[in-house]
Each structure stands twice: as C-alpha cells, then as structure tokens.
C-alpha cells in the first residue's frame, strides 16, 4: 500500500487508520508522529509474515478483490480519507491513481515512487469463451468463462453480465478494477448470489 501526499503542505497522518474491513476502521493504524512531506511516498507492506520488513499492516489484501479504507484519525476529525475497491487483479501489477487525472487504473509496481500506467488491451477484444448451463458432477454451479485474446492486460471492470439484456442489461455488475491477463480467463459463478465471484488464470 503506497500512501501519496500529493498537496503543497505537510499532511500529518498520525494514528491514521488502514483496514479492509469496513466495521474495523483502524485495524493498521501508522504510527504516531508520521508526517508526509508535500510530495512525499509510504510504503506499507500488507501482510502479517515474520519475513516482511516494517511497517506492516498485519493483513493483506486478497487478490481475487477486495476494499481497501484510509481513516482519518480522531484528532483529524475521524471519516474516511479514500477508500479503494478492486475485482480480480494480475501478478505482478499493482493499481494506481494515474499521474494525468488521478483516475484508478493499472499499473507497474513503482514502491514508494510516480505512478506508472500499464500497457492494456481494448475490452472490445474480449470473447465469451464458454458456458455451462446445468450443474452437475464437475461443477458445482452454472458459470461464464470470459476470454482475452490480447497480448495485453484488459481492465473489465465497470461492466456487466446479464442473461437479459433487454430488461435488465446490469444484472451483474463487475466491480471496478477487474483485470484479465493476457491470453487469459476469466470464471463467473452463475449461482444467482448478489456478491461477485469472479477468478482468473492464464492460459495453460
């Protein structure tokens, strides 16, 4: 987790919280007496591993999507500072507000640096690869199987999936920042829940 001051004045983040989970607010909270210079980058590793070097938030983030919540501290008046929800996401890429328009986007890790958008593929690119329509012995649900043909990345998140596209065109929406890799899929469980149950892999 990278935090950026991108202001002209010293930002004073002590006891600032970091949580993934929205009824635990300060479930990392940075230490006392951290300040941000104008400009200024920290690094903090999500993780609770022996190995990992300090700071660490002491959870980590899952890679098949997540929330990720910044809380001010109560001598800052407490609320959310900036929250940032993904969907699925590729190794070895990270997400990261664009240096054009600070829009979320996909990026290659810079670590306490300028962020650097990602080369990506156009989402027209992406096929319906296959389908399963009646559950039995080899699954446990109906799903949809996305393809991307592209030698690059597709972010897909925003869009929707719907088996009525005339009355209900966003029956399924996909949460934002949702990647699939290149040459690779993308499995949607058609099990009529309300939570997104997306994964994905490369091709074999």
Known sequence: ???????????DISCWGLTDDASLPYKYVIADATTLAPGAYMVLYASSAAAVPLPKTGFGLKDQGDTLRLTRSAAA???????????????????????????????????GAANSVAPQGS???????EWLASAGALSSTDFIELHNPSTLPVNIGGGF???NPVGRPDRH?????T???????????????THHEETSWPRQ
């Open 77 to 111: 008046g407490g609320g959310v500072a900036d929250t940032a929800s993904f969907g699925n996401h590729l190794a070895d890429y990270s997400s990261g507000r664009r240096p054009s328009d600070a829009a979320w986007d996909l990026c290659i890790p810079t670590f």
């Open 173 to 177: 929406p996909i949460r934002q920042l």
């Open 179 to 193: 990647f699939v890799g290149a040459s690779g899929y993308a499995l949607f469980k058609a099990d009529g829940a």
């Open 123 to 129: 989402v027209s690119s992406l096929r319906i690869n």
């Open 161 to 163: 999936l719907t088996d």
């Open 1 to 11: 987790i990278d935090l950026h001051n991108a202001g002209t004045a010293a930002a």
